[in-house]
């Protein structure tokens, strides 16, 4: 049969899924959820940046790239309810996306290399 029979919106939907997969992904991993800046008025001093993570936190002076402190334990002993959320929501979404798109796939490959005549069995157990 081929992938002829495969019809367009069913792989555009695992195209989206696919960036769906790849966007929440990018999301769990990203360090700069919340960026708090210090700003002191002392001129010998430099500003202190706060960036807090899902999975890490980190502080850096203005015009710095690294972290002076880099507190990887962070995520465990966080307090603050939104990113609790967000630690347990995203991964989940993403085991469900996941299984979402694998589900997807399994219709696909049957629908672009079944047989011709249809299996009855199968159309009695939908």
Known sequence: MGCRDVHAATVLSFLCGIASVAGLFAGTLLPNWRKLRLITFNRNEKNLTVYTGLWVKCARYDGSSDCLMYD?????????????VLQFALPLSMLIAMGALLLCLIGMCNTAFRSSVPNIKLAKCL
């Open 72 to 84: 990887t334990t962070w995520y465990s002993s966080v307090d603050q309810l939104d990113l609790r």
